[in-house]
């Protein structure tokens, strides 16, 4: 296959927004999940748990609560005062409206879906009428005097349950008022706290609430009388966050020290009907705090101050030993933060409010495979591009060539000219973007670094000629009528006559750059495109999908490849299937048009299409080399995927040229490093 | 559920003096308060919660009591009759029977009746009844016959009872306002010879529900109406069957039956042939067996219950049952029936009813157990459609001598392997169980330890062979028993280590016993220099150097002794081998924990030691094992001590020879604490160590690399 001198760059300092809210959908098996930098990622759990959309966050947008409305209406609400709601089709925010009831701590939708209820900083909880395009406050309940935490209403929405500081409140929707007052024990280890936060309260049909507190403690209330019933004392440290199984037999609460709990409604004895709250499983999937947690019918869903969205499976829930039964711990995003110029060597890392381009170094040495090199020269910072205003960047690029770079937020697209003189770099922006450029989901440069590609949140991909220091509209590919579905990958054939692009659901488009029209569209396929890449000279667009499939799509031909076919009709390696996480960039060898390479985050491959394909029987990764084998055997042993898992967590692979490649890789160790030490727990004796 | 619970005893030897025993347990007005009158001479009250008498009061030398006294709940007053015909009224002020009010009647007095709410009634050998402010009135007057000259009453109820003449059995139902006398025959039914042995009876609105035992061990119910339809002497009753087989068919006496409510009827009685006396309780809705409770010393065939307390002669002395009864349910009812073949049936095997094929035990069954046992070993068989048991060995086993067995049982174990072997194995057990039970002298031992070590016994399929083991004091026995069955219940482990603890040394000798677990004490001792040392720097324990405040200094006076102790095993090895067999025991604590309590604290400290011992054996080397080929491990060592202390505190504490024990303990104890909290305090150091470390493999944040892929 080659040997290749790797550039490993473990220099970009990412560190991912500690998770704040998780909310799922049963309906459409989606989890919304929120950050505390306000960005709302959308993941496909039916999807292989793709992260197919995401909502840039916003420097004064510190959502709290997350929740679905209605179906398939995503809303939000923070300490801004606003309650959002997001479009997840245009993948922007419809509309916000402020609550005038100071920061919003707490929000949930009605067990029908039509109404929206928030808790407020002043102590007021407030009921808000959904309508179709909007929504509408409709009146206040009685005033609390401290800020109103959680909240859960009862499933026949008639009344509802409001933690605050010290006490949960029970009131009656019709009326609006209080009916019941449980104060919560500030009592902690036999110590009192100065306050007794609920932080999370969870209703049940049977007129149970069950609360979780900053004491610890889990504690099960008859709302009818208000009186305690259960309290288990879980943690040392808060619980944070419950949520409750749609069939009210399990539920899953979280704590600070990163342990999350299981509940589940068990017979006292077998054969009885008496029932009762047995904590039943801990697992301790978290290092810091849980602050969100979620229970889809199969799965305990956690996440928090750590990053890491962690789905656990409930085994007994699970009927086939398939690779949803497996735990998934989800900590980079699902798409591209980094841009390389092949021809500079330059690497552009995106951050939520900056950009920072790194120039790679170099080295005369030679090595055998495993060394590391001696740098005749390190790598250098060049630059660092801080965002104006309070929006997160949404995408960015580097040309080929090095001297162009783009970036777009919310409500503005950026575009810098870069003069490299000697060691200086002499950055200019190109001011006068058109008016109907507002916001790009993806931007992308030419080979050649003439034309600018990008994809508007309307469904539009417009093309820009890139002069010096100017540049020019050519042309706006306009979305099939009645679609509005944003476009969020994007790819652009070497030779510059083809653009690929493709949104969340539907199929991949190919349009003609050169006679700007659409030249046809890949067959829709059941799940999310997660890359896409177009070769060289021949033209194939290669698709990555979440489940793991790679398709190869002959864009004159318009007709899947011979090679495509085959490796459809056997069947990928079963290994190959049970990654898990999906495949975020492709890119290709200049000088040999039948090598892909491909990644995710824990290995990359080289596909080399003359090779065989696999089998289930062969074995498919084999770091070890060939050391006495015959040749002959090693021929036959040979197949086409050829896979490293040197570089990981591997956020970005590519080939700079035929025998160098850049990988950048962010150890977890150095992200942990980063965030606020976890609440110590001691190790020996009790 | 129907549940006995845990008897207690009322007197110790002054009652059941009399030929009969006691004579009857009458409520007085007070509620746990029961008038006892003894066959002879003495009328007791007791207060059953207190378990003591209250009160005692005896009729002259000479006189004998003939009624069992009563209490007028109108009066409070106590009511009894001696000599047949001399009335006696009294109440708790009175000491003296003698003194206090009496009446001679003109007849012979069958019984007083005394019901709450109303006068008592008395009722006359010749049937007749009159109220007792009536009778006071005037003593002497005539009192008429009913029923015909040898006629005996043989039971009475009030306005009701039943007489027996000429092999046949009459029923009275006496309206005592009308003073209308209705007699029933009572039709025995087909079973013409079977003999009515005990009869209890209750009022259900308009009826009389009459049941009786008869001697074929069934119960029968008749229903008798209270108000005659019409005057017509000599009415039929017919008896129908209530309940099958309740108590084996040929027990002659001592059984006796009693209502506790609508659904429940206690009954006292041999449940079958060979067995020793039980009181059952049985559900007579469902036919099924609730609970019953065997009685090995004997009754006098007599039962009384009232409120919650059944009433019965055990041996010699009176003793009280406790009985709880929840509303029955099918469910309940089912659920129960389990149990009761454990406790009631001893033919039955546990595991599967391959006997009823082979025609015993199936007989005493009621209809309900035989036909659901019928379903459960059609299950059975569909599971092992062919069961060749080797009916051969069973018929040798009910009869032939050990030494034949013994060779009979090694040719079937020689045999092939069949599929059912488990099941054959447990047939055997059974049958050799079933006849140790019945022949004292019969005790196999040899087949026995050969079946045990089939590997395929549990404790469940032959409970009954540790129980006889313990018996026997069979060490050999319970220690094979220890080391083959996986579920043995901490009450038999319990009671093993009872026998271990407590059996000679002397006897032990003689005895083999397996002492794979025991290493060879011996060769420790030679090494005594090395002992002195101070010993045991393991998990930071040392006994001579921890500074344990005023504890330490008395043992540092002779620290001399504390090393000898610790070399010398404080028990003989064979004991030891024995007790290692209960370390490796299962158990649960909880389940563990009040039978330990029931050890002699001698016992204790002697277990303790040696456990102690074993924990210093384990200290000296490095890995905390034992030497030997199955030795215990240190936290089954150290288990046992932690339950031994929490079961024994108290009592050990109090122990002199306990206290060295204790106080090593207590500074083991100690210094494992000030180890966990020094190491609390390494850990930050460590954490920074491993950052060190971690930073040394860091390969920095840039490097270019070689790499080829193959």
């Not at chain 1, 080929?400 to 919310?410: E, H, K, M, N």
């Not at chain 2, 019984?111 to 050998?125: A, M």
Request: glycine share 6%; charged share 20%.
């Amino acid at each position: 296959m080659g040997e290749f001198k790797v550039h490993r760059v473990r220099f970009f300092n990412y560190v991912p927004p500690g998770i704040r809210c998780v909310a799922y959908n049963n309906q459409s098996n989606r989890l919304a999940v929120s950050r505390t930098d306000g960005t709302v990622e959308i993941y496909n759990l039916s999807a292989n748990y793709f992260q197919e959309k995401f909502f840039p966050g916003h420097e004064s947008r510190a959502t709290e609560a997350l929740c679905w409305a209605e179906g398939q209406r995503l809303f939000s609400a923070g300490l801004n005062g606003e309650i959002l709601e997001y479009d997840l089709q245009a993948l922007n925010v419809k509309y916000a409206l402020d609550a005038f009831g100071g920061p919003i701590w707490s929000m949930t939708a009605s067990p029908s879906g039509s109404q929206l209820l928030v808790g407020c900083e002043d102590g007021s909880v407030k009921l808000f009428q959904i309508t179709p395009d909007n929504i509408q406050f409709e009146r206040n309940f009685d005033r609390q005097k401290s800020r109103i935490l959680s909240l859960s209403w009862h499933p026949s929405a008639t009344h509802i349950a409001a933690g605050s500081i010290d006490y949960i409140s029970v009131f009656d929707v019709k009326s609006g008022s209080a009916v019941r007052k449980m104060i919560v024990d500030r009592q902690y280890m036999g110590v009192s706290k100065r306050k007794c936060i609920v932080w999370g309260v969870a209703f049940l049909s049977d007129g149970t609430v069950i609360s979780v507190d900053s004491a610890g403690k889990v504690q099960f209330w008859d709302s009818a009388t208000g009186t305690l019933v259960k309290s288990h004392l879980i943690s040392n440290a808060d619980v944070q966050s419950i949520a409750v199984a749609d069939q009210e037999d399990s539920f899953v609460v979280g704590t600070a020290e990163g342990t999350i709990f299981h509940f589940q409604l068990v017979s006292v004895t077998s054969n009885s009907s008496e029932k009762q709250w047995v904590r039943t499983k801990p697992f301790q999937h978290h290092t810091h705090d849980v602050r969100a947690v979620a229970h889809s019918p199969t799965a305990l869903i956690s996440g928090g101050t750590d990053t890491h969205l962690v789905i656990r499976p409930l085994m007994e829930k699970v009927e086939v030993k398939n690779y949803d039964a497996a735990l998934r711990k989800i900590t980079f995003p699902h798409r591209c933060l980094i841009s390389c110029s092949k021809k500079k060597q330059l690497l552009l890392f995106q951050f939520a409010h900056h950009l920072e381009l790194w120039r790679l170094g170099s080295t005369a040495a030679t090595g055998k495979n495993g060394d590391t090199l001696p740098l005749s020269k390190n790598a250098d910072h060049l630059l660092h591009l801080k965002t104006k205003g309070p929006e997160n960047i949404i995408c960015s690029c580097i040309s080929p060539c090095g001297s162009w770079i783009a970036y777009s937020t919310v409500s503005r697209v950026f575009l810098y000219r870069l003069n490299y003189e000697h060691d200086n770099i002499n950055l200019k922006r190109v001011s006068k973007m058109p008016a109907f450029l507002r916001s790009a989901l993806q931007i992308m440069f030419s080979e050649d670094s003439k034309k600018l590609f990008v994809a508007s949140n309307q469904g539009s991909l417009h093309i820009f000629q890139l002069l010096e220091g100017s540049f020019k509209h050519l042309h706006t590919f306009q979305p099939q009528s009645g679609t509005v579905e944003a476009m969020c990958l994007l790819a652009v054939s070497p030779d510059g006559n083809w653009l690929a692009a493709s949104g969340t659901s539907a199929g991949v488009h190919v349009y003609n750059v050169k006679h700007l029209k659409l030249h046809c569209t890949v067959p829709a396929y059941n799940f999310p495109v997660t890359a896409l890449a177009i070769a060289p000279i021949t033209n194939n667009l290669v698709i990555a999908h979440s489940d793991q499939q790679v398709f190869e799509y002959s864009i004159p031909e318009k007709q899947y490849t011979e090679w495509s076919r085959n490796i459809q009709k056997q069947g990928f390696h079963h290994l190959w299937l049970q990654r898990d996480t999906p495949i975020t960039h492709i890119s290709f060898h200049p000088k040999r048009p039948m090598h892909i390479l491909l990644h995710d985050a824990y290995m990359f491959c080289i596909i080399d299409k003359s090779l065989p394909l696999p089998n289930d029987k062969t074995l498919l990764y084999n770091p070890l080399p060939p050391t006495n084998e015959s040749d002959v055997f090693r021929r036959r042993t040979a197949h086409a995927f050829k896979i490293s898992k040197i570089y990981k967590p591997l956020l970005f692979m590519d080939l700079l040229d035929e025998r160098t490649l850049v990988a950048v890789e962010r150890p977890l160790d150095d992200i942990i490093a980063q965030l606020p030490p976890p609440i110590k727990k001691k190790k020996f004796g009790t | 559920m129907a549940a006995l619970e845990e008897e207690f005893t009322l007197s110790v030897g002054a009652l059941g003096a009399g030929p009969n025993g006691v004579l009857g347990v009458e409520p007085s007005d007070k509620t746990d308060q029961f008038l006892v009158t003894d066959s002879s001479r003495t009328v007791i009250l007791y207060k059953v919660s207190d378990q003591k008498p209250l009160g005692s009061w005896s009729v002259k030398q000479g006189q004998v009591i003939t009624c069992p006294a009563v209490c007028n709940f109108q009066t409070g007053e106590y009511i009894v009759v001696h000599d047949n015909k001399v009335l006696r009224i009294w109440n708790n002020e009175d000491v003296n029977l003698d003194k206090v009010f009496k009446a001679t009647l003109s007849a012979e007095v069958y019984r007083i009746h005394s019901i709450q709410g109303t006068e008592p009634v008395v009722q006359f050998k010749e049937g007749a009844v009159r109220g007792l402010e009536a009778l006071l009135a005037e003593p002497q007057q005539k009192i008429e016959t009913v029923i015909s000259d040898g006629e005996v009453i043989k039971n009475a109820l009030s306005i009701f009872f039943i007489t027996f003449f000429h092999g046949s059995y009459f029923a009275y139902v006496q309206m005592f306002n009308s003073r209308n006398l209705s007699k029933y025959t009572l039709l025995l039914g087909p079973e013409e010879k079977c003999i009515t042995l005990n009869f209890t009876a209750y009022v259900d609105r308009k009826f009389i529900s009459l049941m009786s035992i008869s001697s074929d061990g069934c119960i029968y119910e008749s229903l008798i109406p209270i108000y005659p339809s019409d005057t017509e002497k000599n009415q039929r009753v017919v008896k129908s069957q209530l309940l099958k087989a309740v108590v084996s068919d040929n027990s002659r006496s001592g059984i006796a039956l009693t209502v506790l409510d609508r659904d429940h009827i206690a009954v006292l009685g041999p449940l079958m042939p060979a067995s020793k006396d039980c009181l059952s309780i049985w559900n007579i809705k469902f036919q099924t067996l609730q609970t019953s409770k065997e009685l090995p010393q004997g009754t006098s065939g007599q039962l009384w219950y009232y409120g919650e307390n059944l009433f019965m002669l055990y041996g010699k002395v009176l003793t009280v049952i406790p009985y709880k009864c929840e509303v029955s349910s099918l469910a309940g009812a089912l659920g129960k029936l389990k149990h009761s073949q454990d406790a009631g049936t001893h033919t039955i095997p546990h595991f599967v009813n391959w006997e009823t094929s082979q025609g015993y035990g199936l007989g005493s069954q009621n209809s309900e157990q035989s036909r659901r046992i019928l379903r459960r070993k059609k299950l059975e068989v569909s599971l092992q459609p062919e069961v060749p048991v080797s009916e051969q060995l069973l018929s040798t086993i009910k009869k032939d001598s050990e030494k034949h067995i013994e060779v009979e049982l090694r040719k079937f174990l020689a045999a092939k392997w069949t599929p059912d072997f488990h099941t054959q194995i447990g047939d055997i057990v059974t049958g050799l169980l079933g006849r140790c039970k019945a022949e004292p002298s019969f005790y196999p031992r040899n087949c026995l330890i050969q079946l045990i070590q089939t590997h395929t016994l549990s404790y469940s399929l032959c409970s009954g062979l540790m129980e006889i083991a313990l018996e026997k004091t069979d060490v050999q026995m319970l220690q094979l028993c220890l080391h083959q069955f996986p579920d043995i219940p901490e009450s038999v482990t319990c009671a093993c280590l009872k026998i271990f603890l407590s059996i000679g040394d002397d006897s032990l000798q003689e005895i083999n016993i397996n002492m794979e677990s025991v290493f060879d004490y011996s060769d420790t001792k030679q090494d005594e220099k090395m002992e002195e040392q101070p010993e045991i720097l393991q998990n930071g324990f040392s006994p001579e150097n921890g500074n344990c405040g005023n504890f330490n200094q008395k043992v540092n006076e002779k620290p001399q002794n504390a090393a000898e102790e610790t070399t010398s095993c404080p028990v003989t090895p064979k004991r030891a081998a024995l007790l290692n067999a209960i370390l490796h025991s299962a158990y649960s604590e909880v389940f563990l924990l009040p039978h330990l309590k029931d050890i002699p604290a001698q016992h204790i400290t002697l277990f303790l030691q040696y456990l102690y011992f074993l924990y210093l054996k384990c200290s000296e080397n490095a890995t905390m094992t034992l030497p030997g080929i199955h030795p215990p491990t240190l936290s089954q060592i150290m288990d046992w001590i932690c339950l031994l202390l929490d079961a024994n505190f108290t009592v050990v504490v109090m122990i002199p020879e306990a206290k060295r024990l204790l106080i090593n303990l207590y500074k083991f104890v100690k210094s494992q604490i000030s180890v966990y909290s020094e190491l609390n305090k390494i850990e930050v150091s460590f954490r920074e160590l491993q950052k060190l470390n971690q930073e040394k493999n860091n390969r920095g944040l840039y490097s270019i690399e070689v790499l080829e892929l193959f």
